[in-house]
């Protein structure tokens, strides 16, 4: 070889290292640019599917939620019973202004002189009273104050069928907590989960009524008041009322009453609270207890007489 060469030799070596180490860096950079693209594919992929299992869970907890639609409980809940309120159901020596048993009436003295008729006896039918509540109004208070003994007594003994229809009239009358909304709706978790109890927590939430245009009671405080009147199933009902579940229910019902309520042929919710005895509406003082038996006693020997065909008398020969 010749000096010449040497020099071109070498500048060649150098180029081919310099070429070969580009390469390198190139290939390099090409599989830098492949982990990126996978790796963003693959986290594109997982936020995707955090987000599929995320609306799945939600719309499934939706659809977990408990329901009460006013077309199957007619906007209103019976009570069945009265255990947890405190209040005795039966007691000697009541009269009739004091609690007595609805049951119709008549002159003793007449019936005994007319003489030979012998209807075949009829059981008098139980008086259908129904009361419209707003949990934040003082006179749905008032009456349920007056009223708990008797009610409770006419329930206990079959006397009476009572149906309670919680509404949200004062929902803007609580600092914007809607208070009104939200005990209606924990009325209708006890209501649909542990129907026994449910007079009991509607005489606390009237009996233990907060101020109007106060915060009233928290959900949670709602939930501890319910539990406390003993009901069945605790941890279910404090989930439904802390989660609302019955509040889109509760404002179905009241808009239902503002329109008309049922079986009434066209009368309106116009105030709370209204009571309707046998589908009469009663207008008396709704604190006077004396008055209120009264209406009730007058109502129910009416619907008797009216339902109860007349004897007829057969002439002795």
Not at 69 to 83: C, E, H, I, K, L
Not at 107 to 119: F, G, H, K
Not at 217 to 238: C, F, H, M, N, Q
């Amino acid at each position: 070889m010749s000096s010449d060469e040497s020099p071109n030799a070498a500048s060649s070596e150098r180029r081919d290292a310099v070429r070969e180490k580009a390469q390198q860096v190139k290939a390099r950079q090409s599989r830098a640019r492949v982990i990126r693209r996978t790796t963003l594919a693959t986290l594109g992929v997982a936020f995707i599917a955090v987000i599929a299992v995320v609306v799945t869970w939600t719309v499934s907890s939706s659809a977990s939620k408990p329901t009460a639609d006013p077309s199957n409980v007619a906007g209103g809940f019976v009570v069945t019973g009265v255990t947890g309120t405190g209040v005795p159901s039966t007691e000697n020596g009541v009269g009739a202004a004091d609690g007595a048993t609805p049951a119709p009436t008549g002159d003793p003295a007449a019936q005994a002189a007319e003489p030979t008729p012998t209807p075949t006896p009829t059981e008098a039918p139980a008086v259908d009273i129904r009361v419209y509540v707003d949990y934040l109004s003082t006179g749905s208070r008032d009456f349920q104050v007056a009223n708990v003994k008797q009610l409770s007594k006419w329930v206990d003994t079959g006397a009476a069928t009572l149906t309670y229809y919680p509404v949200a009239m004062l929902t803007a009358k609580s600092n914007g907590t809607k208070y009104s909304l939200r005990a209606a709706g924990a009325a209708a978790c006890v209501a649909q989960n542990s129907p026994d109890y449910f007079f009991a927590f509607n005489n606390a939430l009237l009996t233990q009524q907060p101020d109007v245009d106060s915060d009233g009671l928290s959900d949670t405080e709602l939930a501890d008041l319910a539990i406390a009147t003993g009901l069945e199933g605790p941890k279910v009902v404090r989930s439904c009322i802390e989660s609302q579940s019955y509040t889109s229910w509760v404002k179905t019902a009241t808009e239902q009453a503002l329109h008309e309520l049922p079986d009434t042929g066209g009368v309106a919710l116009t105030a709370t609270p209204m009571i309707l005895v046998n589908g009469t509406q009663y207008v008396g003082k709704i604190d006077d207890p004396k008055e209120f038996a009264q209406f009730v006693l007058t109502v129910a020997s009416d619907s008797y007489y009216k339902a109860t065909p007349s004897p007829t008398v057969t002439p002795t020969p």
